[in-house]
């Protein structure tokens, strides 16, 4: 992960009810922190894929985390994390955001 372009991809999870607009100052907070701790991240705006598809995509560039956002997530101030390697997810605060991607990119590189 520490040679990989693109370490975090940032998918916002866009509903009738939500739209890109509403999560973007959400999104913003979150890279803010990605950004801070040095992390490469990449969000992924198009609108004219489904989230699978984007899903699928990234995967198959290599990127190690992604992190979904939705409606729910923002007003809970968590982010949903998925690993690469494993497809494990994880719930993380958005205080602690910087710190356990930093975290989990090296416990990746070391496998």
């Not at 894929?49 to 290599?62: I, L, R, T, V």
């Not at 990127?63 to 690469?84: H, Y």
Request: net charge positive.
């Amino acid at each position: 992960p520490r040679v990989a372009p693109v370490q975090v991809v940032v998918i916002p999870l866009v509903y009738k009810t939500c739209t890109l607009d509403d999560l973007m100052p959400f999104v913003d907070e979150c890279t803010t922190a990605l950004k801070a701790k040095g992390i490469k991240f990449k969000v992924d705006r198009r609108s004219n894929y489904s989230p699978g598809w984007k899903y699928a995509h990234w995967e198959q560039k290599g990127v190690p985390i992604r992190l979904e956002i939705g409606p729910r997530d923002m007003d809970q101030r968590v982010v949903t994390a998925c690993r690469r390697v494993d497809g494990t997810k994880t719930t993380i605060k958005l205080e602690d955001l910087a710190a356990t991607i930093a975290t989990t990119l090296d416990e990746i590189q070391r496998q």
